[in-house]
Every structure is written in C-alpha cells, then in structure tokens.
RNA sequence: GCCGGGGUGGGGUAGUGGGCAUCCUUGGGGACUGUGGAUCCCCGGACCCGGGUUCAAUUCCCGGUCCCGGCCCCA
C-alpha cells in the first residue's frame, strides 16, 4: 500500500519548511510592529457561518461533513467570519481593535497555479475606525510585510471603492449591480468583445457598456484619479468626496512604501460584503494570480451579530506569495547555524559527550550530537550538511584530560581547550 | 465539477512489445583503525495503480489516481 498527500495537500520538507518560517516570522514581526496582535480560533466551524455570508457557491467549494451529533461542519474557507465572531462575542474590547492570524484554510477545488486546497493565510483585521488613516495603515503594513521579505519594487498594489463603483454604474442605470461587479472583475481574462458580451449577458449594453470598458480599462495614480473619472461620469458631490478619500488613503500608502499604488477600476473582488475601498496585491510581471487581497467590510458585524463595527482587512495566502519569493531568489536557506556539531571518535566517551550536549544547550546554544557507531570521517561529513559552524570532537584523549577539540568547519581549524574554558566563553 | 499535457530510484534522466532497465546526483559504507566538503571503489534504491490486447506490456489501448497548466470560483 503506497501512501502519498492527498490532491491539493502538501509535506514540507526542511529546505522549505525553514524559509517558510522565515516568512511567517516577517510577517508576524511587522504586524506586531503595527500594534497587531495575533489570535487564533478554531479549524472547523459549523457551516452556517459561511451560508449567512456568501451562499451556496462557497459552500460548495468547503470541505464539509456531518459530525456525530449529526451537526454540519466544514474545515474553515477563511478567517474573517471566525475573526469577526470573536470580535462581536466580547463586548468589552476596546476600539479600534487589531489583530493578525495566520490559520490553515481549505477549498475543495482544482488545484493549479498559485492555489491548493489547503494553505496558510496570513490576515489581518482593523476593527473600529473607517478613516483613511485605518485603511493606509492596514494596506501600509500588507505593503510592509512584503517591502520586509525583499519585494519592494516587485509587486504593486491596485486599488478601487466599491461605494465609488455603485455610484457609477448606478449613474449609467445598472440594476444588478453584484452582477455587474463578477463580470468586471474578470476584465483581465477576457478579450475586448468577450467582456461586451459579458456584460450584455448581465443586462448591460450600449452605451453603458462603452463606458464600463473604458473604466475597467482605466489604471491611474491618485492625482490624475478624478480627472480619469471626470472623462467617463459626471462628478457629482457625493462621488467626488469618495474620489478625494481614496485619494487621500493612496498618498499615505505611498509613505510605507516605494511600490507602485494605483487605482485599477477592473480590481472589484468577487466578495459582496466589501463596502468600501478595496485593494490586491500584484507581481509586476503579471505572472501570479493576486499575492493578496482586502478591503473595507462595515456590514459584516452587522450581519453576524447585529452590531455596528467598521472593519477594514486583507488575506495573504502562502502559496502565490512563496512562487514569488522563489522567483525573485528569496528562497534561500538561512546562512550556518551558530552551534555545535559533537562527534564521538570512540564508542567509549559517550557519557561525556552527551555531558557536552547538556551543557551547551543548557548555555542557550544549539548541540546536534551524532549517535555515533561509525568513523569520525562519516560523523564530520554529517557535521558538513547539518549546516552549524562549528564541531566539538570527543575522543577518549579529551575524555582523559576534560577537554574537548573545538572545530571551525567553514575554516577547517581547530583546537584543544579544557571543557570548563570552553563552557565559560559560551 | 469541466478541459489540455504529463507520470521510469529521494532528485534529474536514457531507453525498449522480449535478456540482470541507462547514466548523473543524493543517501549509506569503504580506501584513510581520531578529521568533512577532493578522488576512486562498493552498496541501497524506480518503470503511478487496475484492467484489456498479446506467447510476452515499463512500452500499445481503456479506466482510475496523482502532478503541471487552464476554466468555474476566488474567501
């Protein structure tokens, strides 16, 4: 019987295991330094909670099952519903409320390019402000994350509002405006005539369908942003006011960050409680699907629990974001580990040895004891690939004299000291 | 769920309707009874699974499965 990970599901060996960890780490380290905190909740969570949000589409796409008390559960699609019950369930938090998690989700898909059926998502939430303040420093902090891991440059961060786009279409008499919202956000896929006749399917043609092209088409930096939509609706009051506030929230993003931030009217996500801005993150080359993906979501809270709390987050999954990594050579093994490798050269020292071990790790350091039983040569090769710099060879000469060989194994040098010297400059 | 292309040791590969399935690398050991990353030698390890055709299938056919890519969808 053969065993292998199932379809979509992955083992991580060391040499990506570590880099992984890496990148966790980063991001962790810049979320704490946004005054992030980090929480978790549960793997399965009943499947209601994602029926209320987002339909049977998503409910078709989980890994679900009826428990033993005949209960429907599901592996957890996302964060952000769990997120948001913890939220609403403690009344006494304080405003505004971060916080960041990094759990496995599951969708029962096909698996291809940049997407698994199980993968890590870092996400990170803002509760309480709806400023542009809330949502630069939340973007300002996705753009940190990746500026951190050694992207800056290599990615940009396409931006649009969601209350911007409901009242454009709603000028041009589009009804349906979700449907609407799905067709333009496949802009990027389809040909010229293929996203006419998608919108046409939708119940928009004519004129409004021009223009809608001519949006969806439109990418522009912030100061040229209502001029851009000057040329295709008229500006009204109320339209302009938000122009000025996605306007704003861009300028601050550019402060965290040299990467390119752009309205790009085709970035709308297919999600339909997003309220306001909403944003992806894009390798430049235009290889990878989105590296990441957020935006403003004030109904959410409402919907779950019946309280009002503004809400502004993103998701980051592992899996784009390490295809870039690798792309852009970030995937590399940290250099040698400051430790010790110890090597027997006799079966007779093994006490002392394993003294040795004790001691150095009790001293805060790493100790990698080969189990011994066979030649030095073989131990020190082991030594070689174990990636610490330094080596500790014990033979029954140090065991006599309560010494031990200290090795350098990227200079091959060593010498002899007595084990309490050794113990003391550690 | 649908469509296309693939699957030979741990990794990378050669090849074939018939003989002990090729080479490189990795791993283990040795040459060197206390010194690694060089060299040489030895050893271990594979035709995805099932069915069909055939005297004979790793090879041809069908199905499944997994991988890669795409669609749908995107949390």
Redesign the pocket.
């Known amino acids: 019987m053969?065993f292998?990970?199932?379809?979509?599901?992955r083992d991580i060996y060391p040499e990506d295991a570590e880099p992984r960890e890496n990148m966790f780490n980063t991001a962790k380290r810049v979320a704490h330094s946004f005054g992030f905190q980090i929480i978790d909740f549960p793997s399965l969570e009943p499947l209601d909670l994602y029926r209320i949000k987002?339909g049977d589409?998503?409910v078709s796409?989980?890994f679900s099952f009826v428990d033993k008390g005949g209960r429907e559960v599901t592996m957890i699609?996302?964060?952000?519903p769990s997120v948001v019950r913890m939220l609403t369930s403690k009344k006494d938090l304080q405003k505004p409320v971060r916080w960041f998690s990094l759990p496995k989700i599951w969708?029962y898909?096909?698996?291809?390019?940049g997407?698994l059926r199980e993968h890590v998502q870092f996400n990170a939430d803002l509760f309480g402000p709806d400023t542009p303040d809330a949502d630069a420093e939340l973007i300002g902090m996705a753009a940190t994350i990746l500026d951190s891991l050694g992207l800056s440059g290599n990615y940009e961060i396409r931006m649009n509002h969601r209350g911007i786009m409901e009242k454009i279409l709603k000028s041009m008499d589009v009804q349906d405006t979700s449907r609407a919202f799905?067709v333009i956000?496949?802009f990027r896929?389809l040909g010229r005539d293929e996203f006419i006749g998608a919108l046409d399917a939708a119940g928009i043609s004519g004129k409004s369908a021009e223009l809608i092209s001519k949006l969806a088409a439109t990418r522009v930096e912030s100061v040229y942003l209502k001029q851009a939509i000057s040329e295709i609706v008229p500006l009204t009051e109320s339209l302009s006011d938000d122009l000025d506030r996605v306007a704003k929230t861009m300028e601050m993003i550019s402060l965290f960050t040299d990467s390119m931030v752009v309205i790009d009217f085709s970035v709308v996500?297919?999600?339909s409680y997003y309220t306001g801005i909403v944003f992806e993150a894009f390798d430049v080359k235009g290889e990878l699907?989105s590296i990441l993906?957020g935006g403003r979501y004030n109904g959410l809270s409402t919907l779950l629990s019946g309280q009002e709390i503004p809400a502004v987050g993103f998701?980051m999954g592992d899996v784009v974001l390490e295809l870039l990594l690798r792309r852009n050579g970030l995937w590399g093994r940290q250099a040698a580990i400051d430790g010790y490798y110890i090597c027997m050269?006799?079966d007779a020292v093994e006490m002392y040895s394993m003294r040795v071990a004790a001691e150095v790790r009790k001293r805060g350091k790493t100790a990698v004891r080969d189990s011994g039983g066979?030649?030095?040569?073989?131990q020190?090769?082991?030594?070689?690939?174990a990636g610490l710099t330094k080596s500790i060879?014990i033979?029954?000469?140090?065991m006599e004299t309560e010494s031990l060989?200290i090795?350098d194994?990227?200079?091959?040098k060593?010498s002899t000291i007595s084990y309490s010297d050794f113990m003391d400059t550690i």
Do not use: H
Request: glycine share 10%; proline share 3%; no cysteine.
């Open positions: 053969k292998e990970s199932l379809r979509g599901f987002s589409e998503l796409q989980t699609p996302e964060a952000t969708r898909e096909e698996p291809q390019s997407r799905s956000d496949r896929k996500r297919g999600l699907r993906g998701g050269a006799s066979r030649k030095l040569a073989a020190l090769r082991a030594a070689s690939s060879i033979g029954t000469r140090e060989t090795k194994m990227s200079s091959g060593q």
